[in-house]
């Protein structure tokens, strides 16, 4: 299986509540990042994972949490949401090592209302 | 703290012109710069990068054109067509920030048939 895929698509969500994202990264990745994307803005980086360990993180707060999985599928889980957190979260694999970019699947489209 | 500046927001070309997009970065430890190109509904694909040691970089119709002291690049899109209408978005990355990487705010590209 190639390419990065993220679900769900679409999520609506209540101010309060908590959200997990999933993220299955490009076969042979093993490092996945998350980004969220709000509307008509550029991606800004949340965090990085590589070996089920962060290794980067950006300007959130710590109810941006994440995981990633033996076989590099990942989550980002948002606590307490806020309407600000209404975004395209998008997840990105790549190969540490490699000079290359990163593969970004499609995102999924949160809303908080 | 806006790090990778671009301009302009929005850009309308006729199908045969040159499509020129430009960013303006302020930490000189970025050691690499790409550029993604995004589709309404889909992640951004990596189009095109480039190291600071070379000053222009050309695949195919893409071409990034690179100041070191000027500390700017852009991205020329040669013979412009319809498909290539999209959001183009500038991107650096610091060196041994693995791969975070810091987007300008995008521009939307129309091409006119």
């Known amino acids: 299986e190639t390419g990065v895929t993220q679900s769900p698509t679409h999520l609506i969500k209540t101010r309060g509540q908590q959200v997990t994202l999933r993220c299955s990264s490009q076969?042979?990745?093993?490092?996945v990042s998350w980004y969220q994307q709000a509307l008509g803005q550029g991606p800004q980086f949340i965090f990085q994972?590589?070996?089920?360990?962060?290794?980067g993180r950006g300007n959130f707060p710590p109810r941006f949490s994440g995981l990633q999985f033996p076989n590099y599928s990942s989550e980002l889980n948002v606590n307490a949401l806020e309407l600000d957190d209404s975004a395209l979260y998008l997840c990105?694999?790549?190969?540490?090592?490699?000079?290359?970019?990163?593969?970004f699947g499609s995102g999924t489209r949160l809303t908080v209302v | 703290q806006q790090q990778v500046k671009q301009s302009p927001q929005s850009l309308i070309v006729q199908k045969g012109g040159i499509s020129i997009i430009n960013c303006a970065y302020e930490?000189?430890?970025?050691?690499?710069f790409p550029w993604y190109q995004q589709f309404p509904g889909k992640g951004p694909a990596l189009l095109i990068a480039?190291?600071?040691?070379?000053s222009e970089k050309k695949e195919g119709r893409f071409t990034i054109s690179f100041n070191k002291s000027a500390k700017q690049f852009s991205l020329h899109i040669m013979d412009s067509q319809p498909g290539d209408s999209a959001t183009y978005f500038c991107?650096?990355?610091?060196?041994?920030?693995?791969?975070?990487?810091?987007f300008g705010s995008g521009t939307q590209l129309t091409v006119l048939p």
């Open positions: 990105a694999s790549s190969l540490v090592d490699s000079n290359y970019g990163y593969t």
């Open positions: 076969s042979g990745h093993n490092t």
């Open positions: 994972y590589y070996r089920e360990e962060e290794n």
């Open positions: 930490n000189t430890a970025f050691d690499y």
């Open positions: 480039i190291r600071p040691d070379v």
């Open positions: 991107a650096a990355k610091k060196a041994g920030s693995a791969r975070q990487l810091t």
